[in-house]
């Protein structure tokens, strides 16, 4: 069915370059979409309901979450690759595995862990280390290569394009969509979440991004995934492709969070604290195996003990990061 129904330019289930661990195939699902149930079906998926995308351990009802953004992120890339006529299981796998190895508190967890695990902590490659080694009891989830890959290039930070190829690129298309809808979902649901929390005004949005990209959160995310669909589907090429003036809107957009609502002095704040909570309890736990296994109810050690406080720290929502540091730093009423 797919080779009836995809273009030739999509990722064919039997085509796949094969899992880490060989497995029979299923008799109703293909590759793709048995990788996608495996995501949905993990702890850390569900343990994404409480990790911070923007706003850290948000009380208010209507903040996004890593997961509401993982949700929106399939929306976007499910409405292009559909529109493409390419794999929407793939895409949605890549789209629901991208940010399982994001960290507690959002990127400030991921900058407090970068300065001191072993190799670096980059969340990108913390996802594909879940999938590959940490769900499932350890066992790992023994995804195929396509969305391994998917999940690994999905991101590389701020300064890196957002469109386009090269070896930080997918191989797949389906990767790349999931690439360009992960900051087509934070740039307009972070803005309207800033906006909520009145971090910034309607005002201060640049003019020349809102008169090309829309005034309206739907209208913005309507342009962009309306101009990346028609310009790819133009070209007819195994490419995505933005019209220049779209691109460089959203490129603006994006730079301009960074500035007044990423780096801006309230979240710095909360950021800080986080970064403190974060190596506080690395160092504890590093300095405290014992207690350490305890705690992750681990019968032992099975990688370093750095890397495995890097592990059960990253895999830690906000709440339970917190609870664990009140635990072990601050003193409990006495029962």
Known sequence: MEHETLSRFACFSDQSKGRLRP???????????????????????????????????????????????????????????????????????????????????????EYALNQVCP?????????????????????????????????????????????????????????KIVRVADIIAYANHDLEDALR?????????????????????????????SDLIYHTQELKSPELFMSQKVAKATENLRDWLFEKVYENGLIRAEFNKAVKLVLE?????????????????????????EQEACDFIAGMSDRYALRIYQGIFLPNPWD
């Open 23 to 109: 497995e029979e195939p299923c008799e109703i699902r293909p590759g793709f979409q048995r990788d996608r149930d495996r995501i949905i079906h993990s702890k850390p998926f569900r343990r994404l309901k409480h990790k911070t995308q923007v706003f850290l351990a948000p009380a208010g009802d209507h903040y996004r979450t890593r997961l509401t953004h993982t949700i929106e992120v399939n929306q976007i890339s499910r409405t292009i690759a559909g529109a493409l006529f390419l794999n929407e299981s793939l895409t949605e796998a890549i789209a629901l595995g991208h940010d399982l190895g994001h960290t507690p508190f959002g990127h400030a967890g």
């Open 119 to 175: 190799e670096g902590f980059r969340h990108w490659e913390q996802s594909l280390r879940v999938v590959d080694l940490l769900a499932q009891e350890g066992q790992g989830l023994n995804l195929t290569y396509e969305v391994r890959d998917g999940i690994l290039r999905h991101s590389k930070g701020k300064e890196s394009p957002f469109i386009g190829k090269g070896e930080e690129f997918p191989e797949t298309l389906e990767g």
């Open 281 to 305: 309890l690395y160092q504890y736990l590093v300095k405290h195996p014992d207690h350490f296994l305890e705690i992750a109810d681990k019968p032992g050690l099975r990688f370093s003990i």
């Open 197 to 225: 929390a009145k971090i910034i005004s309607y005002d201060e949005i640049p003019k020349e991004c809102l008169k090309v990209l829309g005034e309206t959160h739907s209208q913005r995310i309507n342009t962009m995934v």
